[in-house]
Each structure stands twice: as C-alpha cells, then as structure tokens.
C-alpha cells in the first residue's frame, strides 16, 4: 500500500478534460516537488510534468500539473485517443527516506 | 539524446541472485545520480535504489533492503543491481533511470527511463 493515493482509473472522450488526483502527506507531496510521468502499455515511463507544474520540453500544453497542500493534480485537455496510458505521481519522502510514487491511475479515452 | 539499456534479467529460481546491469550513454554519467525503479504484472511502480554521482550516498526501499547492492562504474559508465535471496514477489520490470541531480536524495529530482529488464523469479 502506497502512501501516496492516486485513484485506479479515470476516463474521459476525446477533445474532453480530464483530472487525476494524487494525495499524501506533508513529508512527501505536502512538502516536496512533485512530478508526474506517463507509461504507455509496454513501453517505459516517460517524464509529463516536474517540480509540481513544470513540463519538459517536447510535451504538449495539454498537459499541466498543480498542488495545493499535501494533494497534487494533473489535468489533461483535448484528450486523444494516444494518450492511454498509466500515470503516476512522484516525490521525495522525508520521513521514509526514499522516494514514493502513488498507485497510478490508468486513463481510458 | 540519453540512452540507458539495461541487461541481465530472465528467469530466476527462488532464493537464488540475480545481477542486473545499465549501461549509460549521451550524457556525462559522473555528474547525475542513478536510480533502479520496478514494475511487478499488474502493479504500479516502486523505487528501488539511488545512488549519488560519486557513490557518496546510497539508498534502498525498504522491501530490498539487507538483499540488495547497487554499485556503479563512473569509467565505464555503468550501474549494476545485485539482488540476493529472490522471491516471487521480486518479479518486476526493472527500470534504471537517470536523475536530473547528482544526489539520488534531492528532492527536486526527475527521471529519465530506460526501456527495462523483466526479471521472473518462479521454480
């Protein structure tokens, strides 16, 4: 069991909005960056978002992240059908000593 | 472009080691940190080990810790996983990854991912 919380699913259609919440506490998400990547089935993770709202270069502006607290969310506008795929949120843990990522959530378009 | 290519999984009996391996390239491996994060079927991911750019510091999950050894090779730039004493459970994809600081443990710390070793530890 993680301690970091993210729901198991989400879904949405195409060209629509979608949310993902990540939830911990202030020695993890309350207190540090956190970041968001992307896996698509078989394939291996990719970085979305960094240090709570940053994007890399190269992902779309459809992707942004924001925190508030000890709870961090992604929002995905004008879905694609491409964008299936397992996400998960990141962070350093300062009372475990390692770094924690939640359950993931897997989106369905 | 940074390119991490793992090697060293395949089928592992219970109780038995296993050596994993991650050569690096397209990058200055001694100025970054390097992580191994898994992913067991059906499961989200679960970091594993960091390990800081001069071997300084070193960190383990708590579910490998007292089986594992990760270690790494500045010149050759390469890191290693050495997990002893498998079980079941330990039946991952193993991904290294590249921090984007020099300590594993700075928080502001992001990966970039390898494609992974799938490791099946069954009798």
């Known amino acids: 069991q993680s301690v970091v919380t993210q729901p198991p699913s989400a879904s949405g259609t195409p060209g629509q909005r979608v949310t993902m919440s990540c939830s911990g506490s202030r020695s993890n998400i309350g207190g540090n960056p956190v970041n968001w990547y992307q896996q698509v089935p078989g394939t291996a993770p990719k970085l979305l978002i960094y240090?709570?709202?940053q994007r890399p270069s190269g992902v779309p502006d459809r992707f942004s992240g924001s925190k508030s607290g000890s709870s961090a969310s992604l929002a995905i506008s004008g879905l694609q059908s491409g964008d299936e795929a397992d996400f998960y949120c990141a962070a350093w843990d300062d009372s475990l000593n390692a770094w924690v990522f939640g359950g993931g959530t897997k989106l369905t378009v | 472009e940074v390119q991490l290519v793992e090697s060293g999984g395949g089928l592992v009996q219970p109780g038995r080691s296993l050596r994993l391996s991650c050569v690096a390239s397209g990058f200055t491996f001694d100025d970054y940190a390097m992580h191994w994060v898994r992913r067991a079927p059906g499961k989200g991911l679960e970091w594993v080990s960091g390990i800081s750019w001069n071997s300084g510091s070193v960190g383990y999950a708590d579910s490998v810790k007292g089986r594992i050894t990760v270690s790494r090779d500045n010149v050759r730039n390469s890191l290693s996983l050495q997990l002893t004493s498998l079980r079941v459970e330990d039946t991952a994809f193993y991904y290294c990854?590249?921090?984007?600081?020099?300590?594993?443990?700075?928080?502001?710390?992001?990966?970039?991912w390898g494609q992974g070793t799938l490791v099946t530890v069954s009798s």
């Open positions: 990854a590249r921090s984007s600081a020099a300590l594993y443990h700075d928080p502001t710390t992001s990966l970039e």
């Open positions: 240090g709570d709202d």
